[in-house]
């Protein structure tokens, strides 16, 4: 009878702490900062398959910006690249999970070929920015934002400001739109952003560890309070959708098995604002633009000529 009691609370502890443990484990693979040598290896990466945007982005003249510079724990990095043309429109290019903002040439070049000044942040907890902990956009998107009135000091009032992003990086703008924006904020394209935070994480649970959502994201929400400050539950881009009245553009690969393709037909249906939505046949997550770049710059122009002078 003895040994039934101390085995009725030691099986439960044993499971409490192994789940746990897991999800400590899970928490710091999901939301540490990428190793120094992992991040070398990831960039070597994308100098060899994105060389030609790799030289493009070589050739540009280029300034680093710096936000909170005053601040060694939340100092952030920026690349800004000035059209070789005065012009007073820009686009603020938000980059994916573990990416940076040279991972994101490819699309400065676009942009630039659109007649856009660009600007590309280093999100919290990557590249030259500070931070060890991913926020998936909850926090980068209030230092987007500080990016913005930064655009508007260089540029002057009367800029144009578009809001790109591509993966973490849409959610990271359609996130902003529910935030009270300076006006210069013209129009927003979000490429496979998710829908929320919580969803995201749950179905990564399933799709590559083949782990239920309960217990092990209420744990890794314990971790994220305790590390970040805030409940995964408010990183909702749907929530945020539904206070935003900017004209916004939703692109999403037809065959996205990382951020589902589901996800952005409810990105669409949550915002009243002027909207356009682009499924791209055949493309997986984050490849619309690989796909055919012609027909994605030609998307985006059309977008923008509607609602940017």
Aim: hydrophobic content about 40%; glycine content about 6%; aromatic content about 12%.
């Amino acid at each position: 009878m003895k040994w039934q009691k101390i085995a009725g609370i030691a099986v439960p502890s044993a499971t409490f702490l192994g789940v746990t443990a897991a999800s400590a484990a899970l928490y710091r693979y999901g939301f540490g900062r990428m190793r120094k040598k992992e991040a070398a290896q990831q960039l070597a990466t994308f100098n060899r398959k994105k060389h030609t945007w790799r030289h493009w982005y070589d050739q540009q003249p280029r300034e680093d910006w710096w936000l909170y510079d005053d601040d060694p724990q939340n100092r952030l990095h920026a690349l800004y690249l000035p059209h070789p043309q005065p012009t007073k429109k820009v686009v603020l290019i938000a980059h994916g999970y573990h990416g940076s903002a040279l991972t994101m040439a490819s699309y400065a070049q676009m942009f630039q070929e659109l007649g856009y000044n660009v600007l590309m942040p280093d999100n919290r907890a990557h590249g030259e920015s500070a931070g060890e902990w991913v926020n998936f956009g909850w926090l980068d998107r209030l230092d987007y934002r500080d990016w913005c009135l930064d655009l508007v000091d260089h540029l002057g009032p009367d800029c144009e400001i578009i809001l790109f992003g591509v993966s973490m990086g849409g959610a990271i703008v359609m996130m902003m739109s529910g935030e009270i924006l300076p006006p210069q904020v013209k129009a927003i394209i979000e490429d496979c952003g998710y829908s929320s935070l919580t969803a995201e994480l749950a179905y990564q649970m399933k799709a590559q560890f083949h782990l239920p959502e309960f217990p092990f994201v209420p744990v890794a929400n314990f971790f994220n309070h305790l590390t970040l400050g805030f409940d995964l539950k408010d990183v909702d881009s749907l929530a945020a959708l539904r206070h935003n009245q900017r004209p916004i553009f939703f692109i999403h690969g037809e065959r996205d098995d990382f951020v589902p393709t589901e996800m952005v037909l409810k990105n669409y249906a949550a915002t009243s604002a002027p909207k356009e939505l682009w499924v791209v046949p055949n493309a997986d997550h984050a490849q619309a633009f690989g796909v055919d770049p012609s027909a994605y710059k030609q998307h985006v122009q059309t977008f923008l000529n509607r609602y940017v002078n």
